[in-house]
């Protein structure tokens, strides 16, 4: 039986006081210029109110315990005075933008940041701001869609990297958004764990141990990052379900993509070029890589630990000093679908149809003397080294174990990218 018309309405009515009595009351915008109390001016302000703060130069050590807006105008800066955290949010729904954020303190034990963004602060944002010379940049705890975008993270220049800390550190979140970020200085420019459908996108990272540091976290895309200048590019361990596309790794002096221990992922359309090692796969099963140039790197792949049941498609790999180094007890199959570019391979295709007749083999009798005597090196162009890869494919008894490709391209795969346009840092 429905209700009668007026109980109804009756019903609506109250339904629509109750929701006009949660609305906050207008928000208001609360001015602070230099010489006032920062603090007390937040303390003051009511939740969903902005706080301006006009350019200057602020000594402070803030908490935000409310959902506000804290927003600079004209680039003021605020000063922790090297001791604790500049600014802590312990509240969600907290904005922070166009300030300076500088000298936290420095104690490892104690984890000073920038910024710290304390658990439960859900749906933080930090943006367009500048962070300088604080021991971590960002750390973000237990706090959910906290979204990090176009900011300058720049660590302790002056001391090693090992006293340094993090420019973003993730921590046992989800659904976080870090973009178009430019890290730089700092022990790892992004330090992630057990971090889950986050999305790292447009971030350069550079002059740190590691650009990214990573590890226990699932369904995570990373695209159109830059990597350079560190020691590692893109480490990638203990994972699966991650997506990997579009990223630049060049000039580390370790590796440009390290995938370890990880399974049930897609690594594409990567350029991986000018490292020691261009990818580092160790114990690595059900991924695919395709469609990524590796080019220019001393070691193009290093394979080993049993990193099997792969699928590895439409890759280019040009001008390394090796191509693969492979490690393991049998052969394993790369580009049986399609097939991978090798720009060292020796074989011909007598039919034209832009495969080669004969399979690619890596790891060959030439590439071993090369890893025991490095000198060779200097005669790898030359007819007698030619003929000795040759001979070595003819007697079996001569061969190890090795990446095999049985449809090697003739040509590259994709058309050449200009590794110079992809890669060179953009002006800041």
């Known amino acids: 039986m429905k209700p009668p018309l007026a109980a109804t309405a009756f019903t ?30 937040i303390k003051a302000a009511a939740p969903g109110d902005t706080v301006e703060v006009q350019r200057g130069f602020y000594r402070v050590n803030l908490r935000i315990d409310k959902a506000l807006t804290l927003r600079g105008i004209d680039r003021p800066t605020l000063s922790g005075g090297q001791t604790g955290d500049t600014i802590r949010v312990t509240a969600p729904d907290v904005v922070i933008e166009g300030l300076i954020v500088r000298d936290s303190g420095t104690s490892l034990k104690d984890q000073n940041a920038g910024i710290y963004i304390f658990p439960g602060a859900h749906r933080s944002v930090v943006r367009n701001n500048d962070l300088t010379y604080n021991l971590f940049g960002l750390w973000i705890e237990k706090a959910n869609d906290v979204q990090v975008l176009h900011n300058t993270i720049t ?107 990880m399974q049930d992922s897609v690594i594409e359309n990567n350029v991986v070029a000018e490292n020691n090692r261009g990818f580092f796969i160790y114990d690595v099963e059900y991924v695919t890589l395709r469609g990524n140039l590796v080019t220019r790197n001393t070691v193009g792949v290093h394979l080993s630990a049993g990193s099997t049941r792969n699928k590895v498609e439409g890759n280019d790999f040009i001008g390394n000093r090796e191509q693969v180094r492979y490690v393991g007890a049998r052969d394993e199959r790369w580009g049986t679908e399609g097939g991978n570019h090798w720009s060292n391979y020796l074989g011909w295709d007598r039919d034209g149809n832009g495969v080669g007749d004969v399979p690619y083999e890596a790891n060959d009798m030439v590439d071993r003397l090369t890893w025991r005597h490095p000198t060779i090196k200097l005669l790898l162009a030359s007819p007698a080294v030619q003929a000795l890869r040759l001979v070595g494919q003819q007697f079996p008894v001569l061969r190890v174990p090795t990446v095999v490709d049985p449809k090697p391209r003739m040509q590259p795969n994709q058309p050449q990218r200009n590794f110079q346009r992809d890669t060179q840092p953009t002006p800041h």
């Open 155 to 261: 660590g302790l220049r002056d001391v090693g990297s090992s006293q340094r800390g993090n420019g973003v550190q993730l921590y046992n979140t989800t659904g976080a958004r870090i973009e178009g970020n430019h890290i730089s200085f700092v022990r790892d420019a992004l330090y992630v764990d057990v971090s889950h459908h986050a999305v790292f996108r447009g971030n350069r990272l550079h002059h740190s141990r590691y650009g990214t540091h990573y590890m226990n976290s699932y369904y995570n895309l990373w695209e159109d990052n830059d990597t350079y200048y560190n020691r590692g590019g893109l480490a990638l361990m203990e994972v699966r379900d991650q997506v990997v596309r579009n990223n630049r790794a060049w000039g580390n002096s370790d590796h440009g993509i390290m995938l370890r221990t």
């Open 12 to 41: 609506a009515f109250v339904a629509l006081a109750a929701c006009l009595v949660a609305l906050p009351a207008h928000a208001a915008t609360v001015q602070v210029r230099p010489g006032q109390d920062l603090q007390a001016a």
